[in-house]
């Protein structure tokens, strides 16, 4: 069965640390992965993406996204947090195994909070 | 340049009611999906538009739950006989049709059922 998991409800991180937010998945096929940001009141927001290629992806605001086959991981970074970074993070996987590539499956969320 | 709407933003009905939400995606989106997000968890699939045609709507839980497209842009999503259970905010994202593209989302429309 396809999943995705966010094994940390919530990160703490102070202003100017380095910061994680962790995300494994199960898939049948090929796996293209996605993080997107929901911040309070809002839509979902597309920071960044693994299709193929570069296992280290690169995306909006300073955040990039490691692809690690073996751990079927794909974790969140940044170098050094800002407290504008304070938002719910989703990660989410899209299975390219025939009849499965039409839907996406997103984990329950990680809610970072960066303290000043 | 205009991103997804959805209307409305806030739906209070009754237990029993029909609703309508709507969505209007990107102009040129060619896919449109549906999704489901309950409190304290991530959004749950419902349906996956290609054009005018439901691709997929293996996640539409029971038939209570309907979604039209009749001419590839703006989707309604029709849920009857509304239960307390159906409370959740109801998001719908728009892509351009290649596998590797991204979703774009709406804000969701916020469904409350007393």
């Known amino acids: 069965a396809q999943s995705v998991a966010q094994p940390e409800d919530q990160v703490n991180v102070a202003e100017g640390n380095p910061l994680t937010v962790k995300c494994t998945y199960s898939v049948s096929g090929n796996p293209y992965l996605f993080w997107y940001v929901q911040y309070p009141n809002r839509g979902l927001q597309f920071l960044l993406k693994?299709?193929?290629?570069?296992?280290l992806v690169k995306g909006s605001y300073g955040f990039e996204a490691e692809f690690n086959k073996s751990q079927t991981s794909f974790h969140l970074k940044k170098p050094s947090a800002l407290v504008s970074d304070s938002a719910l993070y989703f990660c989410?996987?899209?299975?390219?195994?025939?009849?499965?590539?039409?839907?996406?499956?997103f984990g329950s969320g990680t809610k970072l909070n960066v303290k000043p | 340049g205009a991103g997804v709407s959805q209307t409305p933003s806030n739906k209070v009905t009754e237990k029993g009611k029909y609703v309508e939400l709507r969505c209007d995606p990107i102009s040129g989106h060619t896919a449109l999906y549906w999704y489901r997000q309950s409190l304290g968890q991530g959004p749950e699939f419902l349906i996956y538009f290609q054009g005018t045609g439901a691709a997929d709507d293996s996640g539409l839980p029971n038939d209570r739950f309907f979604a039209v497209r009749p001419e590839g842009s703006v989707s309604t999503l029709k849920i009857q006989r509304t239960e307390r259970g159906d409370s959740a905010v109801y998001l719908c994202?728009?892509?351009?049709?290649?596998?590797?593209?991204?979703?774009?989302f709406g804000p969701g429309t916020r469904l409350t059922v007393l």
């Open positions: 693994y299709i193929t290629g570069d296992n």
């Open positions: 989410a996987v899209r299975d390219m195994y025939q009849g499965n590539f039409n839907k996406f499956y």
């Open positions: 994202a728009s892509s351009s049709s290649a596998a590797y593209n991204e979703q774009f």
